[in-house]
């Protein structure tokens, strides 16, 4: 249901004429909602859809942990590439045992981690790594947005946002806070992790009018 919900928005942004339609970046809120497991799993269906490839890159330079669950042992990666003045996606793009599937690694975290994120070398780097992987949804999984400033970052080159909630633990103060640090990108949606419950108790309910009616607020005022 996440991935086809993702490839419906990617294609929507497409038909627009967005250049950064297949850019996806998941965030949470605070550490452990569990946002690397919805990136490397997202990552893996998105991989199993027929001439579609999924390049999962590690945004979070601080808690790296896309390496980590596929097994890979890294000194360099997005951070140095997006450093360096040639900024050659292919210098850190690594190839995994899954068909279809690449990880760009996150590397050493920099003292100016976010303004590099936020920066023309960094848009360039993304341009490059689009044209030359056409048929690739590009899904980065970044850091929880009230820990640091790289996914606002981020947020300004994405064409949608996926935003992991853990169920019963964070609050709507939390969510809006972050919500308005990542809302410069035009496409927000909500995973809603570790429910103990099924789909259309209360309990969602009220997860899901919060996004709704925090959404219509916003439309009203743009």
């Known amino acids: ?43 893996m269906s998105l991989a199993m859809e027929k001439d579609r490839d999924v390049i999962l890159v590690d945004a979070d ?28 996606p292919s210098s850190v793009l690594l190839e995994t045992d899954i068909e279809g599937l690449a990880i760009i690694p996150a590397g050493r975290r920099l003292s100016l981690s976010p303004e590099l994120l ?3 070398r960094s848009q360039r780097f993304l341009s490059k790594l689009l044209a ?45 806070e972050a919500l308005d640090l990542v809302g410069i990108c035009p496409s927000i949606s909500f995973v809603l992790n570790k429910t103990q419950f099924q789909l259309g108790s209360v309990m969602f309910g009220k ?10 607020a916003k439309a009203a005022d743009n």
């Open 1 to 43: 249901m996440i991935k086809l919900a993702v490839l419906a928005r990617v294609e929507a942004a497409r038909a627009a004429g967005m250049s950064n339609a297949r850019l996806a970046m998941v965030t949470s809120t605070r550490e452990g909602e569990g946002k690397s497991f919805v990136s490397a799993n997202l990552a």
């Open 61 to 88: 330079a601080a808690r790296s942990a896309v390496a980590r669950l596929f097994g890979l042992k890294v000194k360099h990666g997005l951070m140095e590439a997006i450093s360096s003045d040639d900024v050659d």
């Open 118 to 120: 936020s920066s023309d």
């Open 132 to 176: 030359d992987n056409p048929n690739a949804v590009v899904l980065f999984d970044a850091p929880p947005v009230l820990a640091t400033g790289e996914p606002s970052a981020l947020a300004r080159h994405m064409g949608q946002v996926i935003f992991v909630v853990e169920a019963g633990r964070t609050g709507k103060s939390a969510i809006g």
């Open 207 to 216: 997860y899901y009018n919060y996004y709704y009616n925090k959404q219509s």
